[in-house]
């Protein structure tokens, strides 16, 4: 009694033990609405606040729901003229994505005995109801309008990627004749991380291997290889990260405060832009990581903002905006190329010390590095899609990084830096037992004397042309 007591009703078990469909159902209902809480709280409370506010209620929940649908990737349409508005913003599509990759594994970790109607299908089925409704009431007139078909697609797409994937990641293991509740969630992998059907697509990645020689072929190099790719990642987000809030104090120290004009707008003009300038944050890291890879990035069609230089026009009085570079060549700013050799030294170690531990040989190794060269690539070019878009029509049809442009630049970066990096820690790390090491270690030892002599000639030198004659000794290395 006191275990049906301490759990919702909607989660007792039925006749087969199995957890009700509609409370799947539900969940996926609840997960959309928490979603659209959180956007909504603040832009209804500067609703409340704005005096003399243009629109109603109906258009502040209108004004939720595109936002909403913009998290999701879905497509709108911008004011009378119908101007395409694509930018994605990315935090609140992090937040949908988080909270329905939950929904996912917990509603499949919690499942029995389950129908096909039930589990992971049944939360899509009830985001998605959610989706539709906000479609509908956001495709009337209005300043943001929805595109029915492809918005409800779009939202049903990320849905269905992001509950599967939860979904995957746990599963349960019950014995018959436990209760209900009793589960032990674990995921799929083996001793030494998960196999090879889990990272790369397996299949395609598999045959590709098999078709080098034994002495370049990577054993069991999926998990490594994902792990170096992700540290590549993550060090072209830091590194993005870190060129915005440079561009910011750069901007409040000498650039004159650019972004502080919006203060002229009245308090809450101020929190609405800084709001949307926060929801967008992820966007513009991201483009600063372009921006250090070379490429660089647009902010309308005819416009470049690379380190080589940048060519600008008119832009929106925003503050992320304010934050760009004057036109020009680009001088010093040329510093941020070397952002990207320092973000490829993580995964240089990681895949050096695991060629040691598992025996690769330096064939074997550089092909494992150039692999998760080109999987941060492809994650670059992926993430430099989704973070640009159209503003409007006309001028504002084209920001953000070009995908392919980033992808190609990630992919050649990591694989100039962690293919020799990898192979030196390799080195390091076996020490005189690698092949090759005697070679290595006299050319060390005979750079290292070049180095003395060097040394010497010039203190040598040094001493004649101050009047002091070097003692013989002192020639020598």
């Known amino acids: 009694m006191t275990q049906l007591m301490g759990r919702p009703i909607l989660e007792v078990p039925g006749e087969l033990g ?39 209620a109906a258009g502040a929940s209108r004004l939720v729901g595109a936002l909403w649908l ?35 594994a917990r509603v499949s970790a919690r499942r029995g005995l389950r129908s096909w109607w039930g589990g992971p299908v049944a939360v899509w089925a009830g985001y998605c109801g959610v989706a539709v ?4 009431h956001c495709a009337g007139a209005g300043l943001f309008r929805t595109r029915v078909l492809p918005d409800v697609l779009v939202v049903g797409l990320l849905a269905a990627l992001a509950v599967s994937a939860g979904a995957r990641s746990t599963r349960e293991v019950r014995e018959p004749d436990e209760p209900y509740g009793a589960y032990e969630p674990h995921t799929s992998y083996g001793p030494d991380g998960p196999d090879d059907s889990d990272v790369l697509g397996a299949a395609f990645a598999g045959r590709l291997l ?55 707008r009245g308090p809450t003009a101020v929190v609405g832009l800084v709001l949307l300038a926060v929801v967008l944050l992820p966007n513009a890291v991201l483009w600063g990581a372009a921006y250090a890879l070379g490429p660089g990035f647009a902010v309308g069609e005819g416009t ?32 941020a190329i070397a952002l990207p050799v320092l973000a490829g030294a993580v995964p240089a170690v990681l895949l050096g010390r695991a060629a040691a531990r598992r025996a690769w040989q330096p064939a074997a ?68 037992a ?9 050319l060390a030892g005979h750079a290292r004397r070049s180095g003395w002599q060097l040394r010497a000639r010039a203190h040598a030198a040094v001493l004649r042309l101050s009047g002091r004659a070097p003692r013989a000794s002192e020639d020598r290395p």
């Not at 409704?133 to 509908?136: F, L, R």
């Not at 992700?230 to 000498?254: E, F, I, M, Q, Y």
């Not at 690698?434 to 006299?442: I, R």
Request: aromatic fraction near 4%; proline fraction near 8%; charged fraction near 10%.
């Open 434 to 442: 690698a092949p090759g090491a005697g070679v290595l270690a006299g």
């Open 365 to 432: 190794t550089a092909v494992a590095a150039v692999l998760a060269a080109l999987l941060t690539g492809v994650g670059a070019a992926a993430l430099g899609w989704l973070s640009g878009g159209a503003l409007a029509g006309g001028r504002m049809a084209r920001l953000g990084p070009v995908p392919w442009w980033a992808g190609l630049a990630a992919a050649g970066w990591f694989v100039v830096v962690v293919v020799p990096g990898a192979l030196l820690v390799r080195h390091r790390a076996l020490g005189p």
């Open 304 to 335: 470049a903002v690379a380190p080589g230089g940048t060519v600008l026009g008119p832009v929106p009085d925003f503050p992320l905006f304010a934050l760009l570079p004057e036109s020009g060549p680009g001088g010093w700013r040329l510093a």
């Open 210 to 264: 098999d078709r080098l020689p034994a002495h370049a072929r990577p054993a069991d190099c999926a998990e490594s290889v994902r792990r170096a790719a992700l540290a590549a990642g993550a060090g072209l987000v830091a590194a993005g990260g870190v060129l915005v809030a440079a561009a910011a104090v750069s901007d409040a120290v000498t650039g004159g405060g650019r972004g502080m004009a919006v203060l002229d």
């Open 133 to 136: 409704a906000v479609v509908v």
């Open 18 to 56: 199995a957890r009700p469909a509609l409370a799947d159902l539900l969940a996926g209902v609840r997960t959309a609405l928490v979603g659209l809480a959180v956007v909504g709280v603040p832009v209804f409370g500067l609703w409340v606040v704005t005096p003399y506010a243009d629109d109603g």
């Open 70 to 104: 913009l998290g999701h990737g879905a497509p709108l349409l911008r004011g009378g003229a119908g101007a395409p508005l694509t930018v994605t913003p990315l935090l609140i599509g992090l937040l949908a994505v988080v909270q329905l990759f939950r929904a996912g």
